[in-house]
T-cell receptor, first 118, second 113 residues
Framework: GAVVSQHPSWVICKSGTSVKIECRSLDFQATTMFWYRQFPKQSLMLMATSNEGSKATYEQGVEKDKFLINHASLTLSTLTVTSAHPEDSSFYIC??????????????FGPGTRLTVT | GQQLNQSPQSMFIQEGEDVSMNCTSSSIFNTWLWYKQDPGEGPVLLIALYKAGELTSNGRLTAQFGITRKDSFLNISASIPSDVGIYFCAGQRTTDSWGKFQFGAGTQVVVTP
């Protein structure tokens, strides 16, 4: 199956600093990746669509200047939370799917990154 | 906001019992996915459905793509303790761009010995 990894798995940062989270597709190339955030006991909320070689598409209500997305290669997308505040503390998860075959119609998630802003 | 209505919100069952949950919507879907999420981890894909009426199994799990294309069901038979977790449905509407899915609120399953 398709494997997606994230790094780091958890991070603690001070308010006002920036944090970068990486999402990698390990055994396939992904021209599109998705970033979600999840609050405790809630469902996944799509934040943005990461497009390789072009600008990310953000969902309504998501600040693009705060959540910077860079999809510089076919296997790597990064999410940078700039000037983080405690309310940004959440579980951030990325997803992607292989370009071909039946799996192209499915989404495979990374293990998630727990961000805590103090 | 969420476009899918997932129910029940939670289930407390005894080991060996069957579990059923469903997702409904007013929209028409062309793909349904069912995931399981353990605490602190990303969702893991359990079953994918692509055609109305499709019935697919994965071990003790069985899921169906509703005939109306507006709903989907997941059944877990003979539950065991490791079935504990949150189950999410995800559907791609005919109007969604590729890869974009709507998610249900999740069904928390608790299995007692």
């Amino acid at each position: 199956g398709a494997v997606v990894s994230q790094h780091p798995s958890w991070v603690i940062c001070k308010s006002g600093t920036s944090v970068k989270i990486e999402c990698r597709s390990l055994d396939f190339q992904a021209t599109t990746m998705f970033w979600y955030r999840q609050f405790p006991k809630q469902s996944l909320m799509l934040m943005a669509t990461s497009n390789e070689g072009s600008k990310a598409t953000y969902e309504q209500g998501v600040e693009k200047d705060k959540f910077l997305i860079n999809h510089a290669s076919l296997t790597l997308s990064t999410l940078t939370v700039t000037s983080a505040h405690p309310e940004d503390s959440s579980f951030y998860i990325c997803s992607a799917s292989p370009p071909q075959g039946r799996e192209a119609y499915e989404q495979y998630f990374g293990p998630g990154t727990r961000l805590t802003v103090t | 906001g969420q476009q899918l209505n997932q129910s029940p919100q939670s289930m407390f069952i005894q080991e060996g019992e069957d579990v059923s949950m469903n997702c409904t919507s007013s929209s028409i879907f062309n793909t349904w996915l069912w995931y399981k999420q353990d605490p602190g981890e990303g969702p893991v894909l359990l079953i994918a459905l692509y055609k109305a009426g499709e019935l697919t199994s994965n071990g003790r799990l069985t899921a169906q793509f509703g005939i109306t294309r507006k709903d989907s069901f997941l059944n877990i038979s003979a539950s065991i303790p490791s079935d504990v977790g949150i189950y999410f449905c995800a559907g791609q509407r005919t109007t969604d761009s590729w890869g974009k899915f709507q998610f249900g609120a999740g069904t928390q399953v608790v299995v007692t010995p």
